[in-house]
């Protein structure tokens, strides 16, 4: 099983709508978790954590399941901007470096 | 502040040249890490440091070097240079400290084709 598992993609969606995303990771061990976003030929950025009581942040709201290892994103009201890939992000303890998903591109179409 | 900086930001080398890729940051982190992109792939991690002087292997360190003299740079080293190397290579910072406190920030990237 791969570490972080993703659906690619794309999802096509009409400005407006709601979409959600999945992911799910292999290592229980994993301590934080996190999604970022990444434009094209950009960056990752961080959009934002995720907690395990489920944490909102305007339009954008994660959920982690840790029984299930099974971590969510939720968009809202999607904007033409949103169009991106969103990463599914995993940190192991201490100073280790982020496990990175492949992505879930997304097209929000006006 | 500037961030997190990369130099150069595209580069095409011959097969079995050498050359640095450069990243600075001017947030005084303490960690600094090295991630590879393939097309169509997640970042993979290949080297990192929690301080100056003090480096680690990551996920995919095999023909690749770094140093750490300096708490703002963290250079990383192709020897050799392979086909299997053409990716987008990422520098990235956070402060030292409990992990799921901090972010980590990314340099814009450095394309680099080897043929």
């Known amino acids: 099983r791969k570490e972080v598992e993703q659906d690619p993609g794309p999802f096509n969606v009409p400005e407006g709508a709601t979409v959600a995303f999945n992911c799910t990771y292999s290592?229980?061990?994993?301590?934080?978790f996190f999604w970022y976003r990444q434009d094209c030929r950009k960056e990752p950025k961080l959009l934002m954590s995720?907690?395990?009581s489920g944490n909102e942040d305007g339009r954008f709201t994660a959920q982690l399941n840790r029984a299930s290892q099974y971590i969510s994103l939720l968009i809202r009201d999607s904007k033409l901007s949103d169009s991106a890939t969103y990463l599914c992000?995993?940190?192991?303890?201490?100073?280790?470096?982020?496990?990175f998903g492949k992505g879930t591109h997304l097209i929000i179409q006006p | 502040n500037a961030g997190v900086t990369q130099t150069p930001k595209f580069r095409i080398l011959k097969i079995g040249q050498s050359m640095t890729l450069q990243c600075t940051q001017d947030?005084?982190?303490?960690?600094m890490y090295w991630y590879r992109q393939d097309p169509g792939m997640g970042l993979k991690l290949i080297y990192y440091?929690?301080?100056?002087?003090?480096?680690d292997k990551g996920e995919v360190p095999n023909g690749y070097n770094v140093s750490r003299s300096t708490t703002e740079d963290f250079p990383l080293r192709l020897e050799l240079a392979a086909p299997s190397q053409t990716s987008v290579y990422f520098c990235?910072?956070?402060?030292?400290?409990?992990?799921?406190?901090?972010?980590?920030?990314f340099g814009p990237g450095t394309r680099l084709t080897v043929t």
């Open positions: 995720v907690y395990s």
């Open positions: 990235a910072s956070r402060l030292a400290g409990p992990y799921y406190s901090y972010e980590q920030y």
């Open positions: 992000v995993l940190q192991g303890g201490g100073a280790d470096g982020l496990t």
């Open positions: 440091s929690v301080g100056a002087g003090i480096t």
């Open positions: 947030m005084n982190h303490n960690y």
């Open positions: 290592n229980s061990a994993s301590q934080s």
